[in-house]
């Protein structure tokens, strides 16, 4: 079996180890996320696994799924978790606990809006979730202005700031397997930066968490969770193939959903 990875980093901690469980049987080979369609491989891989978002790494798995290859998540399921509009509103919709999410055609807008003067702190994010995008907690329209001469152009989507006990609870699922951590978070007041430890999940948040990925056609994918000060799970985020580390069993969880996607083909 050959197996594709378009990632920034093949050797990221999560893709090396699953390599490495392969290896032995299975041929792996790394593929440039920045070389489009034309990086497509001439032997079509039976499964791809894409871990970059950007245009190029898309136009390349549509590509590979044009051929034929398994994209693990498909192009289609990862662009749409680019668009945290588009996001909120299929989660909502579905019944998850998402958080209530509204859009501005950009920071200034909000600036400028009877929303950019907030009586309870807000939650302000870039609408396209990527790399280095922006993430921040503002207080008020004073903080909503600091952010105005660096993001001032970006679209953006507002939540309320749902008061919580300062951790975001990190859910990675893999395949059936939901794998679980709790950080710190960098919104919270006095927070001490990403300390993170593992954590075991109630049963009803396993299964949300499972639930996205029927809602979002997802495999590998991360849900980030607060716990609100009544003790309900509220979802703020979900990511397409996130960095899990530090998760023993993710690496053998990732390379059994390879083989059992590629033998149900």
């Known amino acids: 079996m050959r197996v594709a990875l378009i990632a920034p980093d093949p050797g990221h901690p999560l893709l090396a180890a699953t390599a490495e469980l392969l290896a032995a049987e299975h041929t792996v080979l790394p ?4 070389a489009g369609a034309a990086g497509a491989p001439g032997a079509t891989p039976d499964v791809c696994l894409l871990k970059a978002r950007t245009p190029a790494a898309l136009e390349l798995a549509r590509e590979l799924e044009r051929r034929g290859s398994v994209v693990l998540n498909s192009a289609a399921a990862t662009e749409r978790c680019q668009d945290r509009i588009a996001m909120a509103e299929l989660a909502r919709a ?3 606990p998402f958080a209530a999410t509204r859009a501005f055609a950009s920071l200034t807008e909000l600036v400028s809006s009877a929303a950019g003067r907030p009586d309870r702190p807000l939650v302000v994010k870039s609408r396209r979730s990527r790399k280095h995008d922006l993430v921040a907690r503002v207080d008020g329209s004073e903080g909503l202005r600091a952010l ?43 927070a ?9 999940l109630p049963p009803r948040w396993t299964e949300s968490a499972l639930r996205v990925g029927e809602v979002f056609d997802l495999e590998v994918y991360g849900v980030d969770v607060i716990e609100t000060a009544d003790g309900t799970p509220l979802i703020v985020d979900v990511n397409a193939f996130p960095g899990i580390r530090d998760q023993a069993g993710a690496p053998p969880a990732l390379a059994d959903l390879i083989l059992r996607r590629a033998r149900a083909t």
Do not use: C, I, M, Y
């Open 31 to 34: 593929l440039d996320p920045a």
């Open 192 to 200: 001490q930066g990403p300390t993170a430890t593992r954590e075991e």
């Open 94 to 96: 579905a019944g998850l």
């Open 148 to 190: 105005e001469p660096t993001w001032g152009q970006e679209p953006v989507v507002v939540q309320d700031f749902a008061p919580n006990n300062g951790w975001d609870h990190k859910l990675w699922v893999v395949g059936d397997r939901v794998f679980a951590g709790l950080r710190r978070s960098e919104l919270a007041t006095g």
